[in-house]
């Protein structure tokens, strides 16, 4: 499938079985996948795949669409087996092949910093009106429950080399911040804010929700 095709290939559909197999063989263990069952594994992703679309190997100029939410190029399952950094359209690709319930919406990642000419990391100010927006836009449509999103997911890309996930739960009132690599101090809450936390509180300081730290 070229840039541009109309064809979708979608990982949610039965007969995709390797994109689960890759979901499976990571969720199976809590140990870290190693290197060589992680490659193992892929190979046979991007042999399912190449199958699919009637090529031996993939390219850059291949692309994968995941749930018709997601378009990616075929260098995507490179990446998965390198050390090199995984982009927003990785980090949603995953998420996409997620379960999740049918009230769960997903955000494209949003960067809250970027690098000037001269490399240095700087603030980009407003990260989140336009992901604010979409979600009063959503909890003020008139739909019932089981139809209109109600829990919000996104990833906040910071220092523009490093991914964190923030989650606007209309449910139980709360928004919930989940970092892998937080400090002791924030996860026990013995640092009572944080860049992220002090942004975070004033963008969405109308809904009235309460703000937890950061989580493991």
């Known amino acids: 499938m070229r840039k541009g095709d109309d064809a979708n290939l979608k990982f949610s559909s039965k ?8 979901m499976t063989s990571i969720n199976e263990s809590q140990e870290p996948v190693p290197q060589s069952c992680l490659d193992t594994t892929l190979d046979r992703v991007v042999e399912g795949v190449s199958h699919v679309l009637g090529k031996h190997l993939l390219g850059e ?3 994968v669409v995941v749930n018709g939410a997601v378009e990616l190029s075929g260098g995507f399952f490179d990446r998965l087996r390198s050390r090199e950094w995984l982009n927003c359209w990785d980090i949603a690709a995953a998420l996409e092949m997620t379960d999740r319930p049918a009230f769960v919406h997903l955000g494209i990642s949003i960067p809250l910093h970027r690098k000037d000419a001269n490399g240095k990391v700087i603030p980009i100010p407003n990260p989140f009106s336009r992901w604010r927006k979409e ?5 003020r449509r008139d739909m019932n429950d089981l ?3 109600q829990v919000f997911i996104c990833p906040l890309n910071t220092n523009a080399n490093y991914f964190i996930l923030l989650e606007i739960n209309e449910r139980t009132k709360m928004i919930y911040y989940y970092d892998s690599m937080a400090t ?5 809450c013995k640092t009572k804010s944080t860049l ?18 950061a989580k493991d």
């Open 147 to 149: 139809e209109r999103p």
């Open 184 to 188: 002791h101090r924030i996860i026990y």
């Open 15 to 22: 007969g995709d079985v390797w994109a689960g197999c890759l």
């Open 61 to 63: 100029d291949d692309s």
């Open 135 to 139: 979600i009063i836009d959503y909890m």
């Open 196 to 213: 992220v936390r002090r942004v975070i509180e004033i963008i969405f300081k109308d809904l009235g929700f309460e703000y937890t730290g």
